[in-house]
């Protein structure tokens, strides 16, 4: 057990240390009481000495206290979560120093923090906040407690196990509201679902003939075995597919806003799958240009996003170029069932080509839709005043790699695929909302 001196015996020490001047006083002043005084300020050394260990034996005998920490199961990515210590005090009445080996992502928490227990106390809880900072698996490793002796001459370390590993997802909430906003608007007066195309209908019921009903849809069998009319009933088809192909190269590691531009999209990934499994749609999702690409399944109903969030709540950008192409190769030989798929990256002008084989490939079977995010600078430097020569060159880039995003903008609608262009901040509902008119105008 790691030990270290106390307030206490650190004073006594420097007291006995100012008392060693008496013999050399002694010795100038009275030669006679030179001796005994040395002989006194040893002994009481020796006192000291023995003081010390004594206490520092009894320190060691000491149990150690029981502790635990709650914390929450899951956490989430930049959001501040209530860890509790609860410590097993016996009702003493000292003063101990509490740590916790919690994820070192977060300096901000407050500890290790010293406590003054009160007698008569038996159970104390320590409650500090944890703010993870990114996504993935976080290990909490053990309580540590320094611990004073009985004469409060030494401070003893304990740990106490308590590792426990929890997973953190990315921040849901942005994303609910997101998909709130999304339903607003769906829901709004006037709007009006078209006819799906491609499977159409599926049978739903039969029911009891109603005025209205077309005769084509009678069921002459069931007529004719309960002696009345009974049409077949029918509904739009559930069962259509979405797929997020989310690029996972280098260049959706740059930082925006706290996050990454990965963690944006990938919120926009959960944010359209949430929004394809409430409407009965399927959801799947791919990872490319990753160190481990990654393949999800589609799942249906709305608790199938949960398959999502472990699937995908802890990995990374890798530092590779992002590659379309092959990527479309990969999805177009595993999926031949005709879906909605989403492409969403950080498009490059340098992309054009790549990216126009993909979504030509893609394209042969599949409704494409790319999500390209913009830098929030790249939009704010578009409405900055001019005052030097740097401001102006600085611009004219600016604007010449502007005109080539959208040209190659303009070569993707034509190749066929939807484009969503927005910011970070605001792809997640822009990316809902386009998924929402494709199903209004019956495209998917």
């Keep these: 057990m790691p030990v270290r001196p106390g307030t206490r015996l650190?004073?006594?020490?420097?007291?006995?240390?100012?008392?060693?001047?008496?013999?050399?006083?002694?010795?100038?002043?009275?030669?006679a009481l030179a001796m005994p005084a040395l002989l006194a300020w040893a002994l009481l050394g020796g006192l000291l000495v023995f003081w010390a260990l004594d206490d520092l034996r009894r320190l060691r005998r000491r149990p150690t206290p029981r502790a635990e920490r709650r914390l929450p199961a899951a956490l989430a990515v930049g959001v501040p979560h209530a860890v509790t210590l609860t410590l097993d005090t016996g009702g003493v009445a000292e003063r101990w120093l509490v740590a916790d080996h919690h994820p070192a992502d977060d300096t901000d928490t407050g500890l290790p923090r010293t406590l003054t227990l009160t007698p008569g106390h038996e159970r104390v809880a320590v409650t500090y906040p944890y703010r993870p900072s990114r996504r993935g698996p976080v290990t909490f490793g053990p309580i540590e407690l320094w611990l004073p002796s009985p004469r409060r001459l030494w401070e003893g370390r304990r740990r106490i196990d308590a590792e426990r590993r929890v997973p953190v997802y990315p921040d849901f909430s942005p994303?609910?509201?997101?998909?709130?906003?999304?339903?607003?608007?769906?829901?709004?007066?006037?709007?009006?679902?078209?006819?799906?195309?491609?499977?159409?209908?599926?049978?739903?019921?039969l029911r009891d003939y109603q005025p209205g009903d077309s005769p084509r849809r009678i069921d002459w069998k069931a007529?004719?075995?309960?002696?009345?009319?009974?049409?077949?009933?029918?509904?739009?088809?559930?069962?259509?597919?979405?797929?997020v192909l989310l690029d996972g190269g280098r260049r959706m590691a740059l930082p925006v806003g706290g996050l990454t531009a990965f963690d944006h999209g990938l919120n926009a990934a959960l944010l359209l799958a949430w929004s394809a499994l409430r409407q009965g749609d399927r959801a799947g999702a791919m990872l490319f240009s990753?160190?481990?690409?990654?393949?999800?399944?589609?799942?249906?109903?709305?608790?199938?996003?949960?398959?999502?969030?472990?699937?995908?709540?802890?990995?990374?950008?890798?530092?590779?170029?992002?590659?379309?192409?092959?990527?479309?190769?990969?999805?177009?030989?595993?999926?031949?069932?005709?879906?909605?798929?989403?492409?969403?990256?950080?498009?490059?002008?340098?992309?054009?080509?790549?990216?126009?084989?993909?979504?030509?490939?893609?394209?042969?079977?599949?409704l494409v839709m790319v999500a390209?995010?913009?830098?929030?600078?790249?939009?704010?430097?578009?409405?900055t005043e001019v005052d030097d020569l740097d401001d102006a060159l600085r611009l004219a880039?600016?604007?010449r790699e502007h005109q080539e995003r959208r040209d190659l903008h303009i070569r993707l609608r034509h190749a066929g695929?939807?484009?969503?262009?927005?910011?970070?901040?605001?792809?997640?509902?822009?990316?809902?909302?386009?998924?929402?008119?494709?199903?209004?105008?019956g495209r998917l």
């Design 10 to 31: 650190i004073r006594a020490l420097l007291g006995w240390a100012a008392l060693g001047a008496l013999p050399l006083l002694a010795r100038a002043w009275a030669p």
């Design 175 to 205: 994303i609910s509201r997101a998909a709130l906003a999304v339903d607003k608007s769906r829901n709004r007066f006037g709007t009006r679902v078209q006819p799906r195309q491609g499977e159409g209908l599926e049978f739903h019921e």
């Design 223 to 243: 007529t004719a075995r309960r002696r009345r009319l009974i049409t077949r009933h029918f509904q739009d088809e559930q069962n259509q597919t979405v797929w």
């Design 290 to 366: 990753a160190e481990q690409p990654r393949w999800l399944d589609p799942v249906h109903g709305q608790h199938g996003i949960q398959n999502l969030l472990q699937g995908f709540y802890d990995v990374h950008p890798a530092d590779r170029a992002s590659d379309f192409s092959q990527a479309a190769r990969h999805f177009h030989g595993r999926w031949p069932r005709r879906s909605l798929v989403v492409i969403i990256s950080r498009v490059q002008p340098e992309d054009g080509d790549d990216l126009l084989t993909a979504v030509r490939l893609l394209g042969q079977r599949h």
């Design 372 to 383: 390209d995010m913009a830098l929030p600078e790249q939009e704010a430097l578009r409405r």
């Design 397 to 399: 880039a600016d604007a």
């Design 417 to 441: 695929a939807h484009l969503v262009a927005a910011t970070p901040a605001t792809l997640a509902e822009r990316l809902g909302q386009a998924y929402q008119q494709l199903k209004r105008a």
